[in-house]
T-cell receptor, first 114, second 114 residues
């Protein structure tokens, strides 16, 4: 079993739809949870960063973490064609308050159709 | 404020050769991590450097080595290249011990091994 599981999609939605992206994980030591967006042939761009359980909202994006279920989600409201990209979830454990390696899911390819 | 930069952008090598990839961290960052991203996969952690020392290492063979310089820039070296080393190599920088301690990625170097 992989430490982080993410449905690779692809996911295709119409413009304006609400998008839900999810990851599950098995390592109870994970404390920090991130979502990155990666456009084709580019490096990952940090979208959201959360610590432990709870919700965090930033504009059209909402990240949720449920540590009891080992499940994280990213919601995108009013999706736009410019949101078309691969979305990667990433997690890390903590030691002395510092991140070590990030463990990534495979990424979900999202296409938002005009 | 310059972000993470990497060079070269693309590289083509043949099996058995050696390659050196370079990374300059985001201004103010002191920690550099390297990741390998195969096509259709999430990034895999190779190693992390802080204060010119390897701080943590992922599950990669000794053919992969690195270095960090006093100005915090870093190099990734891969010896005896294999076809399976073809991938996007990503550098990420962070500030150890900061309140968020998130990793910011560069655009990557695409390595093709023939």
């Amino acid at each position: 079993q992989k430490e982080v599981e993410q449905d690779p999609g692809p996911l295709s939605v119409p413009e304006g739809a609400i998008v839900s992206l999810n990851c599950t994980y098995s390592n109870s030591a994970f404390q920090y949870f991130m979502w990155y967006r990666q456009y084709s042939r580019k490096g990952p761009e940090l979208l959201m960063y959360t610590y432990s359980s709870g919700n965090k909202e930033d504009g059209r994006f909402t990240a949720q973490v449920d540590k009891s279920s080992k499940y994280i989600s990213l919601f995108i409201r009013d999706s736009q064609p410019s949101d078309s990209a691969t979305y990667l979830c990433a997690m890390s454990a903590t030691s002395g308050g510092s991140n070590y390696k990030l463990t990534f899911g495979k990424g979900t390819l999202l296409t938002v159709n005009p | 404020d310059a972000g993470v930069t990497q060079s070269p952008t693309h590289l083509i090598k043949t099996r058995g050769q050696q390659v050196t990839l370079r990374c300059s961290p985001k201004s103010g960052h002191d920690t550099v991590s390297w990741y390998q991203q195969a096509l259709g996969q999430g990034p895999q952690f190779i190693f992390q450097y802080y204060e010119e020392e390897e701080r943590q290492r992922g599950n990669f063979p000794d053919r992969f080595s690195g270095h960090q310089f006093p100005n915090y820039s870093s190099e990734l070296n891969v010896n005896a290249l294999l076809l399976g080393d073809s991938a996007l190599y990503l550098c990420a920088s962070s500030l150890l011990g900061s309140s968020t301690d998130t990793q910011y990625f560069g655009p990557g170097t695409r390595l093709t091994v023939l």
